[in-house]
């Protein structure tokens, strides 16, 4: 059996009206984009990304300019005050004085306490999420509010409480452990890693669950239909389409714990096996700030890490930051 269409005929004002209602996403999604890519959005945006980019330049001139140069005038009077050299750098990354030591070991510290804080923070955050979206449990919506206002509450308010449980408990466990292995050190990056991951939890939830709620709950009810735990659907459905998500807030995360400075200096302990790069740029100041050649030299050195992450990833943070932004 065929069936032949069958044209309804329509007056001009009702087919007008039909139109705007079934054009009516897509004509909301057609806005936001032609106004972010509109000529002023772009010329407002290419001035901020000019003034941005203004002192990370001064600092990378100043990085080759000599100490006497650097003292006497300003990056900007480079063409008056022509000079080059390679001597900051060459004493930030191989000198083994006292005053300014290898850069190397901060380095490792610096990436040995951000890649797994990123990662801890980043998967216990989507699991939680998902539980608070998808999974029914009395309480779910208080546990959000309550995660929700821990953004609200200064870090500061919570260093000497979580020192003092570290002194109390996580100290005594490592020495014990250090006692029977040596070869494992007394000095460990657990507290930094609590820390980061404590303080980093509650935004990352409360952004990743807004992502993950949204996602169609045909979906994850096609899954349960098909057998499917809640294990499966977290890690077949829900991560896969979290990514971009997932990528904008490990940009995020890692710049925060990269460029940390005030976590690093309360449970790190300051000792060279454990201080991230970081503590050891405010110490290369000297004693009463004058050695901004070591500084502005050591200071891009920090600047090369964070710039691959956030050029890799570019492409997922933009898909995330836009995500859900052109939604009814």
Known sequence: MTYTPVEIPLDDETKKEFQRGFNADGTKAARVKKRLTSRTATIVSLIIAVIWIIPTFGLFISSFRPEELIKTTGWWTIFQNPGFTLDNYK??????????????????????????????????????????????????????????????????????????????????????????????PEQSYVQVWIAHTIFGLPLAIFLLHNFISEIPGELIEAARVDGANHGQIFLRIIL?????????FAIFQFLWVWNDLLVALVFSGGTPDVAPLTQRLAELTGNR?????????????????????????????????????TKG
């Open 289 to 325: 700030g004058q050695e901004w050649q070591r500084l502005t030299a050591a200071a891009f050195i920090s600047l090369i890490v964070p710039l691959i992450v956030f050029f890799s990833l570019q492409r997922y943070f933009v898909r995330g930051l836009l995500a859900g932004s």
């Open 91 to 184: 004493e930030v990354l191989f000198s083994s004085s006292s005053s300014s030591p290898q850069l190397g070991a901060y380095f490792v510290n610096s990436l040995a306490i951000t890649i797994p804080v990123v990662v801890f923070a980043t998967v216990l955050a989507a699991m939680a999420a998902y539980a608070l979206a998808w999974i029914p449990f009395k309480g779910a919506g208080w546990i959000f509010i309550v995660i929700f206002a821990l953004q609200i509450v200064p870090l500061q308010m919570a260093l000497i409480p979580l020192l003092q449980m570290f002194t109390t408990w996580i100290l005594p466990i490592q020495r014990f452990v250090h006692d029977i292995i040596p070869i494992i």
């Open 240 to 248: 896969p389409l979290s990514v971009p998500i997932l990528a904008s």
